[in-house]
């Protein structure tokens, strides 16, 4: 079936320093992937969509400055949280859609955030 | 807008008792409803998704669903529940196609399961 892998699966980082988190769709072309934050004990938030070769479309309240998504190919496409604080620890899950075939959306594993 | 409701935020089971997790969802059009459970620290896992057809939706791990337009439920069930059940489980609706296939989630029901 069609796998998301998400790098890195941990991150610890210090304050004003930048982390990039990596989804790549390892037998399938990803043309959209869904970008997801998760605060302890809560449910997935929606950040952003990022489409190959367009820029990604933020949800409202979300920093476009701050987390800055990237989709350069079908393969891949990636999440960079700039000058990190504390705040942005968190855990991010990406997730790419299928349209085709067994319809779904196929999630990575999610990526752990720590700033200290 | 779309969005779902999980009533539960916390269910506790004894091992081998039957459970049910509710779930409604508000959307305009013919939801395409999915269930997902998550342990702690990892990934979502699809149990069981609902497009069109039979109403009554069989999924991985002796889960099912059963979607009820009349009542914009889609409950989860499982006759006898294992200790390795426990996590947490998410409702998502979602659309067929151009922005409306971007999943919403619902905040998601926490399963414990006594011995």
């Known amino acids: 079936g069609a796998v998301v892998s998400q790098h890195p699966s941990r991150v610890i980082c210090k304050s004003g320093t930048s982390v990039k988190i990596e989804c790549r769709s390892l037998?399938?072309?990803?043309?959209?992937m869904f970008w997801y934050r998760q605060f302890p004990k809560k449910s997935l938030m929606l950040m952003a969509t990022?489409?190959?070769?367009?820029?990604?479309?933020?949800e409202q309240g979300v920093e476009k400055d701050k987390f800055l998504i990237n989709h350069a190919s079908l393969t891949l496409s990636t999440l960079t949280v700039t000058s990190a604080h504390p705040e942005d620890s968190s855990f991010y899950i990406c997730?790419?859609?299928?349209?085709?075939?067994?319809?779904?959306?196929?999630f990575g594993s999610g990526t752990r955030l720590t700033v200290v | 807008a779309q969005s779902v409701t999980q009533p539960d935020i916390h269910i506790t089971v004894s091992e081998g008792a039957s459970l049910e997790l509710r779930c409604n969802y508000s959307?305009?059009?013919?939801?395409?409803l999915f269930w997902y459970v998550q342990s702690p620290g990892q990934g979502l896992q699809l149990l069981l998704k609902?497009?069109?057809?039979?109403?009554l939706v069989q999924g991985i791990k002796g889960f099912e669903a059963e979607f009820k337009r009349s009542q914009s439920s889609f409950n989860l069930r499982k006759p006898s529940v294992h200790w390795s059940d426990a996590a947490e489980y998410f409702c998502?609706?979602?659309?067929?196609?151009?922005?409306?296939?971007?999943?919403?989630f619902g905040k998601g029901t926490l399963l414990t399961v006594n011995p």
């Open positions: 997730s790419a859609p299928q349209v085709q075939g067994n319809y779904g959306y196929t």
């Open positions: 037998d399938f072309q990803a043309t959209t």
């Open positions: 990022s489409n190959e070769g367009s820029k990604a479309t933020y």
């Open positions: 959307y305009g059009a013919t939801p395409y």
């Open positions: 609902y497009f069109s057809g039979d109403t």
């Open positions: 998502a609706v979602g659309g067929s196609g151009g922005s409306n296939y971007k999943l919403t």
